[in-house]
């Protein structure tokens, strides 16, 4: 498998935390990777490095041939927006906009047209199971349309990776794993790379690979044989 995202030797510091001190990962392109450890080890500095959310202080992201870390921000954003879909743990979508529009925005991003891009932005959401929210505003969403919502935003465009921090935190175990069924099932359909932060083995069980941060660096479990 190639490799398509790369930390090498990442640390960051907020204040006098030393959020990652040389953390290393390499994802191949179509991979499933969990990145896994105990609270405050890092995992989701590690992610935000990784979708050029965050710039470290020291170390390099690589995607695909780009140096992400030396973007400016400007081209990283735009970056950002072309190739990775991202989901956080409470949706993370923008309170004044509906479900529908939410999602419209992100393919608009893409340069859909408005009429094409409330259409797919439907379809999506009834491919999610959310056809109903699409109307509602976020603060009229329960934790787990607002979950479903966010993976539509995040997948509709086709990004290549997605980065997904937490995304069934919010969500009961049965509800979790539909969501990640989601999200994995359309990622395997396309060929998407995922990259998802989770403390929950059973989510990260149904991951190809599981990342371990640890004070900040990584330890790597090697591929369970399924
Ligand atoms: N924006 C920030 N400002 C200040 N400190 C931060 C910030 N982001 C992370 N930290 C600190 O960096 C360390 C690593 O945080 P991070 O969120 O990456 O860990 P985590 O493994 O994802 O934790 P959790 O599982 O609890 O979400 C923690 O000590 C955290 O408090």
Redesign the pocket.
């Known amino acids: 498998m190639s490799p398509l995202l790369q930390a090498r030797d990442v640390a960051k510091s ?2 006098r ?4 001190r040389g953390a290393s990962v390499t994802v191949g392109a179509g991979e499933v990777v969990a990145i896994t ?12 490095c990784l979708a050029g959310i965050v710039v470290p202080d020291a170390g390099e992201i690589h995607y695909g041939g780009t140096r992400l870390d030396e973007l400016d921000e400007d081209t990283r954003t735009r970056l950002r927006r072309e190739a990775f879909g991202i989901v956080f743990q409470f949706g993370g979508l923008v309170p004044e906009l509906t479900a529908a529009e939410n999602v419209a925005v992100a393919l608009m991003f893409g340069g859909l047209g408005r009429a094409e891009a409330s259409a797919a932005a439907l379809d999506w959401l009834k491919r999610v199971g959310a056809g109903d929210c699409a109307p509602l505003r976020p603060g009229d969403l329960s934790g787990g349309q607002a979950q479903r919502v966010a993976l539509a935003r995040a997948l509709a465009p086709a990004p290549k990776v997605v980065f997904a ?2 995304p069934t935190g919010a969500l009961d175990s049965v509800a979790g794993e539909e969501v990640l069924g989601l999200l994995l099932g359309a990622a395997r359909e396309h060929g998407t790379t995922v990259v998802l ?1 989770t ?1 929950d083995n059973r989510i990260a069980a149904f991951a190809d690979r599981e990342v371990v ?1 640890r004070d ?1 660096a990584v330890s790597e479990v090697p591929a369970v044989t399924r």
């Not at 935390?17 to 990652?20: H, K, M, P, S, V």
């Not at 405050?40 to 935000?48: M, W």
Request: charged share 10%.
């Open positions: 907020f204040g935390t030393l959020a990652l450890g105990p609270s405050g080890s890092g995992k989701s500095t590690l992610l935000h921090d937490e932060v403390h941060v900040g």
